[in-house]
């Protein structure tokens, strides 16, 4: 990611530091408060497995909207068009229904307390040990991320020294995730989450006024970019040649299908929400509650992107000094008076800390339970591993700063994210839907299927297409082959090596594959879950419906 234009500073006044103060008050006083309910580790991991379906589902949301999917999101807008739809409505809902109604229920009955876990259940210890690396590895990246964003924007906003704001960011969130555990961590979600809302609405709405409306923006787009940049699939058609440079097979494919289920799927930051729900029910419900806001988010992102190619036409250019990621900073700056400045920038913040908390606690909880507790020190009390879960949670946040410099040669900071998924979380997605569906995938054929995944997505990024050996048009349509490919050469290896190794005995399959009973299946249902509102069936299906109908004006 690039430094931010310097000219992009804030009129900030002490208005606006009052209502950033008082965000960060409210803050600790969450986690101050959340610590009284913290007395095990399953507490401080998983919230005790106590939390309402509303409060999960709007802290399932709320991690995926940190700061990198604000900026990142807006500058793809910014640098794509309208395509960026594609990120919500088919690489996202999809997705979160069939969690919500197909995997959550081998997540919850089988009493993990994470993602990894339920690979020592299903495989055995190699596929265990070699994903919690791997998962750990990514959260601490993606973290970082959020952290060097921050960084940079505060820098280039407020004047205050990049050190100063990791130190500042790194503090808060370890502070009140150290001493709350996952509960502070969602319940500051869920103010994260309409603090974030209330930061950018105005920007959405004041900006649409500036460029005189919808209709006149996208004339104006239309003239510099072309008709295929205000449309959702113009131009992508095999062979032909549109703005983001990915045809509707590689969309559909890599984005909608691997890419979007091995992120939502199996990407712990985002399952440990819906582990926290207090019965079955609610974890069901937890994506499928968060569907909805997501289908809408889209348009307070792309909006303030599109805006912004308007007000600066060579946007992301060498002929200018705004790159895409300046998208939302610019307008801040262009558009909103004190006050209300004061409430983005706090947006900015909480959007921050939501994304990095949310790697963060995934990172504590994997590396403790996982690895720590399964590996290395074992069989010693529980007070032993909350105080160790602490413990790392402040190594997460210092190694986080370590590695936010990474991702300094990305001026896109999505297509980094999806560059990291397709690495890590593509060949664990391929691991888990072969071996949800799959009685005879073998013990081995897990760690095995790990490795070619993970290994092929890297040599097609890095080698062929880095290499120049395949041309293809933009980062983010080369994310899209290598999620192809690394699923595919995943599934391969998987059934290459379950053809020659010792399947798991089917008696210890039971409630891990489909068709098979869950010894926990007879949970006593909520009386309240009954209600047919809050009928999953009927939540999925209709996020679903009303995503694909989102797409019908900007198809044509």
Not at 141 to 151: D, E, F, K
Not at 385 to 408: D, E, H, K, N, P
């Amino acid at each position: 990611m690039q430094t931010l234009a310097e000219g992009l500073r804030l009129p900030t006044n002490g208005l606006d530091y009052a209502i950033l103060a008082i965000y960060f008050v409210v803050v600790l006083g969450i986690g101050f408060a959340a610590r009284a309910s913290v007395k095990t580790s399953l507490d401080f991991f998983l919230s005790g497995r106590s939390l309402p379906a509303w409060v999960t589902g709007l802290a399932f949301v709320a991690a995926n909207l940190g700061a990198t999917e604000i900026l990142g999101m807006a500058a793809t807008g910014a640098q794509y068009g309208v395509a960026v739809v594609h990120w919500y409505w088919i690489g996202a809902i999809p997705a979160m229904v069939f969690l919500g109604l197909v995997m959550m229920p081998f997540y919850y009955r089988s009493k993990v307390r994470s993602v990894p876990e339920f690979l020592l259940q299903r495989f055995d210890k190699s596929a265990h040990l070699l994903s919690s690396v791997l998962f750990a590895f990514a959260a601490i990246l993606i973290a970082g991320v959020n952290l060097y964003a921050l960084s940079i924007v505060v820098e280039a906003l407020l004047g205050w020294p990049q050190w100063v704001a990791i130190v500042v960011a790194g503090l808060f969130v370890l502070v009140y995730i150290t001493i709350g555990g996952l509960s502070s961590a969602i319940y500051n979600e869920v103010l994260q989450f309409f603090v974030i809302l209330a930061a950018l609405i105005p920007l959405t709405v004041l900006g649409l006024k500036r460029v005189g409306g919808w209709d006149a923006m996208s004339d104006s787009l239309t003239k510099q970019h072309g008709g295929d940049f205000m449309t959702a699939w113009g131009g992508t058609g095999i062979g032909d040649a549109n703005p983001l440079g990915a045809n509707w097979l590689t969309i559909i494919l890599g984005l909608g299908f691997v890419l979007s289920f091995g992120y939502w799927t199996t990407n712990f930051a985002e399952v440990q929400r819906a582990l926290s729900a207090k019965n079955l029910s609610a974890a069901k419900r937890t994506p499928l509650i968060a569907a909805f806001p997501k289908i809408f988010i889209v348009f307070a992102v792309m909006i303030p992107g599109l805006v912004a190619a308007v007000i600066v036409p060579k946007i992301g250019t060498p002929d200018s000094d705004i790159t895409y990621n300046d998208a939302i900073p610019l307008l801040m700056q262009e558009l909103l008076p004190n006050g209300v400045l004061g409430i983005a920038v706090t947006g900015l913040l909480a959007a921050f800390m939501a994304g990095m908390a949310a790697n963060v606690s995934s990172f504590n909880t994997v590396f403790t339970t996982d690895i720590w507790q399964r590996y290395v020190v074992k069989d010693k009390p529980d007070t032993y591993y909350l105080r160790f879960g602490r413990l790392i949670t402040a190594i997460g946040v210092l190694a986080s700063i370590g590695t936010a410099f990474i991702a300094a040669s990305f001026s896109n900071i999505m297509s980094y994210l999806q560059t990291l998924f397709s690495f890590f979380n593509v060949p664990m997605f391929v691991v888990f839907i072969i071996g949800m569906f799959w009685k005879r995938a073998s013990m081995k054929s897990g760690v095995w299927g790990l490795v070619a995944g993970t290994a092929a997505a890297m040599i097609n990024y890095f080698w062929i297409y880095k290499g120049g050996i395949i041309d293809i048009p933009s980062d983010q349509g080369a994310n899209f082959v290598s999620a192809i490919v690394g699923f595919v050469a995943g599934a391969v290896v998987m059934v290459v090596v379950t053809l020659f190794t010792a399947p798991k005995p089917e008696a210890e399959l039971a409630g891990l594959v489909y068709g098979t009973e869950s010894p926990d299946a007879d949970e006593a249902p909520d009386e309240a879950d009954s209600a047919w509102y809050r009928k999953p069936a009927l939540l999925g299906w209709g996020a679903i419906v009303l995503a694909a109908a989102c797409y019908i004006p900007y198809s044509f």
